[in-house]
């Protein structure tokens, strides 16, 4: 596993000082990941303040030097870009830490950044371990991605890049954790009796604005009603799909339905509607909203579905991208979204049949 390290954290090294927007403050940040690495079994029984003093005596008193002359996240959009932002306070890499099972910084610290990354990582297993480093080398590279080509990798991308990276060593079993209130890769009908209501979203960072897309259908698959929400002056497309998740509840409660499956493919979203833990992040006043709702429900319940299952809803987003007013269909859609309905209809009843 050194041999890993030493070449997983040379090509992240590489990679940042061959940078055109590299600073002192994310060099530190690749040197402090490499120390670590090379030092693993020493500092896997060192105390919090003796990895400290290892640091200081290698880069001096910490700074905060920031990332790059841009006075916000590449990104998320949101906040300056600083190491501490881009490696811990990124909405963007909060869901990659949850999504990889390693702990999330609930609310920003007031330790000096290499003070913080010292304890943090002390504290991890040797799987974290490994996995944090590669996932740091990810997100550098997602940041130059958008920096440079104006594109931004989704959540899952990254994940997957980390995930390959690791199959790539023999490692594959070592990455991700095991999956939790996850439905069927495809779409599947409610009890009758009760509505399932899909939601996603379509985000666009060019001129930060988003589309819901949300679709209700019975036990028989059938269409009960659709909807498209345009939102404007949205952070990120974590926020996104918060918003969406909102209008998904507010949806059913206007429609009078009492018995409700609430279905999403973003994981880090239900996982904190399933949560009694006080939320922190910064779509906390979403998912109090949203848990507000609760109480005009005789039953409400979220699941994460991967992205085959929701493909009606994603789709749907898609479609009334260009709309900049809600629209409504009554047990119809538009003519991409009737499609991907019907689709998952007809895969219901084959499966029905067999």
């Not at 390290?5 to 940078?19: D, N, P, Q, W, Y």
């Not at 600073?23 to 303040?49: I, N």
């Not at 990120?236 to 493919?265: H, M, N, P, R, S």
Request: with cysteine; aromatic share 10%; glycine share 4%.
């Amino acid at each position: 596993m050194a041999e890993f390290g030493v070449a997983a954290l040379t090509f992240v090294i590489r990679l940042s000082l061959t940078s055109l927007r590299m600073s002192t403050g994310f060099g530190k940040l690749m040197c402090l990941t490499h120390y670590l690495m090379r030092s693993r079994p020493l500092v896997s029984v060192l105390s919090h303040s003796q990895t400290v003093v290892y640091l200081m005596r290698l880069f001096g008193e910490p700074t905060e030097a920031p990332v790059s002359v841009s006075n916000v996240c590449a990104i998320c959009k949101s906040y300056g870009e600083s190491v501490e932002h881009l490696m811990r306070d990124c909405n963007f890499v909060q869901q990659l830490l949850e999504r990889l099972g390693l702990p999330v910084a609930s609310n920003p610290v007031a330790d000096p950044w290499i003070n913080w990354i010292a304890s943090y990582f002390v504290s991890l297993s040797g799987r974290e371990q490994r996995v944090l480093l590669v996932l740091y080398w990810a997100v550098w590279f997602a940041r130059n991605k958008m920096v440079h080509e104006g594109m931004l990798n989704s959540v899952d991308d990254v994940v997957a890049f980390v995930a390959a990276f690791f199959a790539g060593t023999g490692h594959s079993n070592q990455v991700l954790p095991a999956p939790t209130q996850v439905c069927e890769a495809s779409w599947q009908a409610p009890p009758e009796s009760v509505i399932k209501v899909n939601f996603d979203s379509s985000y666009s960072s060019r001129n930060a604005s988003a589309t819901s897309g949300i679709i209700a259908r019975n036990s028989q698959g059938l269409i009960m009603e659709t909807c498209s929400f345009p939102h404007m002056n949205v952070a990120d497309a974590f926020v996104a799909e918060a918003y969406a998740c909102k209008q998904a509840v507010g949806f059913a409660k206007d429609l009078g339905f009492t018995k409700v499956i609430i279905e999403g493919d973003s994981p880090t979203i239900i996982k904190k509607l399933n949560s009694r833990k006080v939320d922190r992040s910064v779509v906390y006043p979403v998912i109090r909203d949203i848990q507000a709702l609760f109480q005009d429900f005789v039953s409400i319940s979220f699941c994460f579905v991967r992205r085959e299952a929701n493909v009606a809803a994603h789709v749907l987003a898609q479609e009334c991208r260009s709309f900049s007013t809600p629209h409504c269909w009554m047990e119809e859609a538009p003519v991409a979204t009737t499609a991907a309905a019907e689709s998952d209809r007809r895969k219901l009843l084959q499966n029905h049949d067999r």
